[in-house]
């Protein structure tokens, strides 16, 4: 029994070592168009680039599309109109007046500011992936990336990713990075910008009390929350707008250094926002009429502004930015002030553009230098960091994820590089696909 028991261990050994030793990989996959990140720029990239009839995969690391739309509470898709026109529009608006649409509501044109229905959003942003004809993969990160030394038809690059246990093989043509942080830039040898203060992020959550001003008074509230802040029951921050704004209008905190280009990074920011949220709930149950608050809904993750910017062939300055300048490879405008967060919620770089002034993004500042065969769409595109507070916007992001689908199908079709990719052409396709070009 135990000479059994012997060769049954000695086998148990020779099975596992075989499978440590081994790739558990599925069956390596070919397509044209990879694009990681299903945020804002993510969604549109992937859509756009399945519409051109580049065989596309959207991979993400979470559950569901839409990124800080949807999981991080930043639920205003914009801003699409600049002095009183439309500017950005294209499979963005389309993705933003069909979840509208489904809701009961109208999203006019010349509109700045409105909100958007999260669940729903996400389940538009699903159903036109899926009905352009790409793949999804969710729960999905990539591991490495490294070019193909025999690229043919199996494409320029080899990506590895990692999936709930298992490793995956992609050989695909064209790579879009749509993760905010360029993290697959990085992976690819591309090189990345950053300072060592970010801006803050938000967390959104709603608190339901009954709490009463004409009862308590203002002046009562200020001085508990005062004395809550030197007591350490608060911390600065835990009331994003001032105590008085986070209690009966928008609920939600500022989380300074908020930063998730790293599993390690997102862990603790989301942690700081969820202890932030338990914070302001025990502080409103010791307020007269808050004995039985209650935490009503909490987006899953902190709202993220800033972390990495991918440097490109171009990097867009402030100045840049300011002046509306245009170049023969702008592909699409932006609408939005430079609005750099500081670390105090009152405290803001805020520069507003001049009456009239247009400013445009340049292909070239979605194109890391020096690295074929990769695109980069979002808030980590090519900038300064005074240029990137107004380029972080959500409609500009869609923009930039539809010239970044459509270049890099083009790519792929012709064999070529998103650098090399006949402007004309591309204009021309953006444009048959609404999308407003410079």
């Known amino acids: 029994m135990k000479m059994k028991m012997k060769h049954c261990s000695a086998a148990l050994c020779f099975a596992f070592a075989l499978l440590s030793s081994a790739e558990i990989c599925a069956d390596t996959v070919e397509c044209d ?33 839409g990124g800080n739309a949807t999981v991080g509470g930043v639920n205003s898709p914009e801003l699409f109109s600049l002095w009183g026109k439309q500017r950005i529009a294209g499979i963005g608006w389309e993705w933003c007046t069909k979840t509208a649409e489904l809701d009961d509501k109208q999203l006019p044109g010349s509109r700045k500011h409105f909100r958007i229905n999260p669940p729903l959003y996400a389940c538009i942003a699903e159903e036109l992936c899926l009905k352009a004809g790409a793949e999804l ?3 999905e ?28 093989t992609i050989r695909c043509k064209e790579l879009v990075d749509c993760t905010g942080n360029g993290t697959l830039c990085a992976l690819a040898g591309a090189e990345r910008m950053r300072e060592k203060e970010i801006m803050a992020g938000s967390f959104n959550y709603v608190i339901k009390h009954e709490v009463s001003l004409k009862k308590l008074g203002k002046d009562e509230l200020q001085r508990r929350y005062e004395e809550a802040l030197k007591e350490g ?21 500022y989380i300074y250094d908020a930063d998730n280009s790293t599993a390690a990074l997102r862990t603790q920011t989301n942690i700081r926002g969820r202890q932030s949220a338990l914070r302001m709930l025990r502080f409103i149950r010791s307020l007269p ?32 930015y300011l002046a509306g300048k245009t170049w023969e490879d702008s592909i699409c405008y932006a609408c939005y002030q430079i609005d750099m967060h500081k670390p105090l919620w009152k405290d803001f770089v805020r520069i507003h553009l001049k009456e009239g002034v247009l400013p445009t993004v340049p292909l070239r500042a979605l194109i890391p230098l020096g690295v074929d065969h990769l695109m980069v769409a979002g808030r980590c595109i ?17 923009g930039t994820g539809q010239a970044a689908g459509a270049a890099a199908a083009l790519a792929a079709k012709h064999a070529t590089t998103p650098l090399k990719v006949d402007l004309a052409e591309l204009k021309t396709l953006l444009k048959r ?6």
């Not at 990137?388 to 500009?396: F, K, N």
């Not at 696909?433 to 410079?438: F, L």
Request: aromatic letters at 6%.
């Open 33 to 65: 168009v990879v694009v990681v990140g299903g945020g804002t720029a993510g969604v549109v990239a992937t859509i756009q680039s399945a519409r051109c009839g580049a065989k596309t995969i959207l991979i993400e690391a979470g559950s569901q599309l």
């Open 137 to 139: 993969r969710y729960f």
């Open 141 to 168: 990160s990539p591991m490495s990336v490294k070019k193909n030394g025999n690229a043919g038809n199996a494409g320029n690059w080899i990506l590895t990713t990692a999936a709930m246990g298992e490793t995956r």
């Open 233 to 253: 029951r608060l911390i600065e921050g835990d009331a994003r707008h001032g105590i008085e704004s986070s209690m009966y209008y928008q609920a939600g905190n």
């Open 289 to 320: 009429g808050g004995e039985n608050a209650m935490i009503t809904s909490m987006f899953p993750e902190v709202g993220v502004r800033e972390t990495w910017r991918v440097k490109g062939e171009y990097v867009v300055t402030v100045d840049d």
């Open 382 to 398: 090519s900038s300064d960091r005074l240029a990137m507070s107004a380029l972080r916007i959500q409609a500009t992001c869609m």
């Open 433 to 438: 696909n609404d999308a407003i070009v410079p």
